[in-house]
């Protein structure tokens, strides 16, 4: 769901790539200012060499200071060498396949399934995150009070608190505070409702808002009307008894 602009400095990878693309050395500020790094939200810097990414993540960091980024190392040393760069995360594609070739011999079905619900696009479950912000309605409340299941039907499986420690299948009575990311699984239908559920804050306000205005215009609209009653010349008590009441039926809903 988000646009991608692919670098490289072979035209010839870039002839088939879906995406839009730029051609040029990625270490170059001005190939990176070409590609949008000013209005990007995250970057990974998946290059040949480990020099080069960590070039690439030093440059990036100093342009846009609160970027995200993501850097691919192909040695246990480069790894945080990348992370003194500026990396927010660093992937060696090598680790990781050592350790999933392992898991697979250890725990297949566990792992096959967390391989098709991580990849599986077909598949009717998957994994997602939602960050919990500071108006958020499910902000100070535990997550049994929140009846996430219940009402969104998606299962949290762990919670991410500030500090970046994960808290797995986490107790009912655990409270859930701004800055909390909840991953969950569940459907997309089930996910949506999961961030509308997160997210109600502003669209509760706004239908507050709208209630309160119609409220007050309805009660200006009856006062109004009861001083009109009031100062007509002959306007019987019977009258002004019945706007009185449609005033208090007002005031009472």
């Given at each position: 769901?988000?646009?991608?602009?692919?670098?490289?400095?072979?035209?010839?990878?870039?002839?088939?790539?879906?995406?839009?693309?730029?051609?040029?050395?990625?270490?170059?500020?001005?190939?990176?200012?070409?590609?949008?790094?000013?209005?990007?939200?995250?970057?990974?810097?998946?290059?040949?060499?480990?020099?080069?990414?960590?070039?690439?993540?030093?440059?990036?960091?100093?342009?846009?200071?609160?970027?995200?980024?993501?850097?691919?190392?192909?040695?246990?040393?480069?790894?945080?060498?990348?992370?003194?760069?500026?990396?927010?995360?660093?992937?060696?594609?090598?680790?990781?396949?050592?350790?999933?070739?392992?898991?697979?011999?250890?725990?297949?079905?566990?792992?096959?399934?967390?391989?098709?619900?991580?990849?599986?696009?077909?598949?009717?479950?998957?994994?997602?995150?939602?960050?919990?912000?500071?108006?958020?309605?499910?902000?100070?409340?535990?997550?049994?009070?929140?009846?996430?299941?219940?009402?969104?039907?998606?299962?949290?499986?762990?919670?991410?608190?500030?500090?970046?420690?994960?808290?797995?299948?986490?107790?009912?009575?655990?409270?859930?505070?701004?800055?909390?990311?909840?991953?969950?699984?569940?459907?997309?239908d089930?996910?949506?409702?999961?961030?509308?559920?997160?997210?109600?804050?502003?669209?509760?306000?706004?239908?507050?808002?709208?209630?309160?205005?119609?409220?007050?215009?309805?009660?200006?609209a009856?006062m109004?009307?009861?001083?009109?009653?009031?100062?007509?010349?002959?306007?019987?008590?019977?009258?002004?008894?019945?706007?009185?009441?449609?005033?208090?039926?007002?005031?009472?809903?």
């Open positions: 769901s988000r646009a991608i602009v692919v670098i490289d400095h072979d035209e010839s990878r870039l002839a088939d790539c879906a995406h839009p693309t730029v051609f040029g050395d990625a270490t170059e500020d001005s190939v990176l200012e070409a590609a949008g790094i000013a209005r990007a939200s995250a970057l990974v810097a998946a290059v040949d060499t480990d020099a080069a990414n960590s070039f690439i993540t030093l440059s990036a960091r100093s342009m846009r200071p609160e970027l995200f980024i993501v850097a691919r190392a192909r040695s246990l040393d480069s790894e945080q060498k990348l992370e003194r760069s500026g990396a927010d995360r660093v992937v060696n594609p090598q680790s990781i396949g050592g350790s999933r070739m392992a898991a697979f011999v250890l725990r297949p079905h566990v792992a096959e399934f967390v391989d098709v619900v991580m990849h599986e696009h077909n598949l009717e479950f998957h994994l997602e995150e939602f960050l919990v912000p500071s108006d958020s309605p499910l902000a100070g409340t535990t997550l049994g009070d929140a009846r996430v299941r219940d009402q969104t039907g998606a299962l949290v499986l762990a919670m991410r608190d500030t500090a970046g420690s994960f808290l797995t299948n986490p107790p009912q009575d655990k409270v859930i505070e701004p800055g909390h990311v909840l991953i969950a699984i569940g459907t997309d089930e996910h949506k409702a999961l961030r509308r559920l997160t997210h109600e804050t502003l669209a509760k306000i706004t239908d507050d808002l709208g209630r309160r205005h119609t409220f007050n215009t309805a009660i200006a009856a109004e009307l009861l001083n009109a009653a009031t100062r007509v010349s002959g306007a019987d008590a019977q009258g002004r008894a019945v706007v009185r009441e449609a005033l208090d039926v007002i005031v009472l809903t």
